[in-house]
């Protein structure tokens, strides 16, 4: 078992970003510990999103939660490969410990068992008006080699390649056809962080919401090719690029692999729908905005493994 559940970010002025957050796009309070603020879904994760106060943006940490057979495989090949990794115990809502992994670009990944979830929040249905996110769906990271991020997350995480385009590596960790994806993109930095929606409906009613607001997408709605989610882009306020997002498609595990061939458009289409452009500089902006940075010193995890 293996699944996506949260992203943990610092920046300046967390308190304002984390209202933002729960008063503007629709997330629920997770509570606060110390200088840190966690915003959950309404699905059954105790939070998504942990902003902490910092002096610059950076990305502590992305989480994901599995079995203990599955900690197990990851720090046996993350100490095989020689990637910079450490025990850890999480003080994050829904406690767990496990390992944190420095892949090759320095994106940190965090692999937890025995954390906790909570129940899920009923009521916020189209009636209500209320939008709210249900969980992530899929964390982006931009790359200086992609195809080289692909393989060390099948190398060493076990997760899978679903399709090359031009522009993106999608992987997935489980059914779903990308929990991650590795962005050409010549640097290493956050793309986005991506927020699982019911469905269409709550996407639309999303983006009315944010219009509501004075706020318009940077990129959407429109529908992508992998993955086949309905999407909107927005850059927050307090920095990194946020995405409504329908679930993307569940796939087989004998899902044929596509190339860039299998992902071509139309000219001047990058959607199914091409009823919306995408502000390509401002998004370039956002990205490059939040950095990893490690907090944390190298430790061999062999007790993790039993070794
Ligand atoms: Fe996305």
Redesign the pocket.
């Given at each position: 078992m293996m699944k996506l559940r949260s992203i943990e970010l610092a920046l300046p002025k967390a308190a304002e970003a984390h209202r933002w957050m729960i008063d503007i796009w629709g997330c629920a309070d997770g509570g606060r510990m110390g200088d840190t603020f966690y915003l959950r879904g309404s699905g059954t994760f105790p939070y998504l999103m942990a902003i902490s106060e910092s002096a610059d943006n950076f990305v502590r940490s992305t989480t994901f939660v599995c079995s203990p057979e599955r900690l197990a495989q990851v720090a046996q090949a993350a100490t095989a490969r020689g990637l910079n990794a450490a025990p850890c115990v999480s003080s994050d809502p829904g406690g767990g410990h496990g390992i944190v992994v420095e892949l090759a670009e320095g994106e940190l990944l965090r692999f937890l068992v025995d954390a906790t979830e909570v129940a899920p929040i009923e009521g916020h249905s189209k009636a209500s008006r209320r939008v709210m996110p249900v969980k992530l769906?899929?964390v982006?990271f931009n790359s200086a080699d992609a195809e080289a991020s692909g393989d060390i997350v099948e190398e060493v995480l076990g997760f899978r390649v679903s399709d090359r385009t031009k522009g993106m590596v999608f992987v997935r960790c489980n059914e779903a056809h990308h929990s991650t994806?590795f962005a050409r993109a010549g640097f290493s930095s956050l793309?986005?962080v991506?927020f699982e929606m019911e469905d269409l409906d709550a996407v639309m009613r999303g983006i009315g919401n944010m219009r509501d607001h004075g706020f318009a997408p940077a990129w959407g709605p429109g529908r992508?090719g992998p993955?086949d989610?309905v999407?909107a882009?927005y850059i927050a306020p307090f920095g990194p690029v946020i995405?409504y997002?329908t679930p993307v498609e569940k796939v087989a595990p004998d899902y044929r692999t596509g190339e860039p061939d299998d992902w071509t458009w139309p000219e001047k289409r990058i959607d199914q729908w091409g009823v919306s452009d995408k502000d390509f500089a401002g998004l370039r902006v956002a990205e490059e905005a939040f950095r990893f940075r490690r907090e944390w010193q190298p430790a061999p995890i062999n007790e993790v493994i039993g070794a």
């Open positions: 769906t899929h982006v994806a793309n986005h991506a992508h993955g989610n999407y882009y995405e997002s």
